[in-house]
């Protein structure tokens, strides 16, 4: 890793740190290219470089729009880009980063704020309140971010992307139990509401890119196997008898994933519903003699993937 510390580039970094604390973006652009032939062999103001770049064009578009609301969501949405270009790089530029994710979630936390206060009975109210949420989530505000996530959350209890900005909250205040029960449901519900970019929780970033960069599996296939292999890697290890109405909507699912071809997100979907019926039949009353049908769901879990059947026996 490289830190951005050089004796002959440290007035510069200090320099670069204030337009970046200010979101003076043109500012900080045109300092970093006349810098750029002397500093050409760091990969810190190389990096450093094109975050700027990245975000005074951003800025620029956003600035497009002139309500509040939508320039909030572009700036959102530019933060979610920026980290799945630049996550790999973000250790070069750590502080930099820090700043311009500071700034960034300040400006659009600011633009929601007014906008929830103008129009309390917005259409938008409930991704409005998700948005806010996160917002303070990045700010380091966990407690307003959880409060104001919960809400969200009662109005609805099956949204997977706000599962999981409530599971990431929960793991960033250090309630890992609550965190891993809100990720498994969140992976259950809808994996591919979830947006990996907005995930902090280092188990996830870790797990996200041991199955890309060694398991090599597709970008698009990535958060259907998470919750598999978190189980697989006792990860998700929080079992929990399901209620009625939930073991009914899982055997549900298991039929219709069992009735299609095997092959694409199906594969992933089926196995991780195997284990969290595993987890309910090891969790209810008198378990003990639930071991026959627990042994049949685990050779159905051999018979589509036997690499993950042999982490699960471990």
Known sequence: MEVEKNSSLDSNWEKIYGYLKDGD???AEAFCDSQMRRSYHSNAFLTAVKCVRFWNNAYNEAKKTADKYQHAQKLIDFW????GH???????????????????????????LQTRHETPASETEENLLLQIGRCYKFLGDFTKALDILKKVYALDKHNAE?????????SLQGDNMKAKIFFSEAFY??????????????????????????????????RDWIPVYATAFKIFNIRRELLSNELRDLKQR??????????????????????????????????EGNHYEIGLLLNKIKALDSSVYNELIK
């Open 25 to 27: 973006w043109s500012a």
């Open 80 to 83: 979610s880009s920026f980290a």
């Open 86 to 112: 630049f996550s790999a790089r973000f250790n070069d530029f750590g502080r930099g980063v820090a700043l311009i994710r500071r700034k960034v979630f300040s400006d659009a936390l600011l633009d929601l």
């Open 162 to 170: 706000v599962s999981a900005e409530l599971a990431d909250c929960f």
């Open 189 to 222: 519900q809808d994996p591919q509401k979830i947006n990996l970019n907005f995930i902090e929780t280092i188990y996830i970033k870790r797990l996200a890119d041991l199955l890309t960069n060694e398991y090599n599996i597709k970008k698009e296939e990535l």
């Open 254 to 287: 298991i039929q219709l994933l069992e009735d299609e071809a095997p092959e694409g997100n199906v594969i992933p979907r089926l196995i991780y519903a195997y284990c969290r019926l595993i987890f309910h039949l090891q969790s209810v009353h008198g378990s």
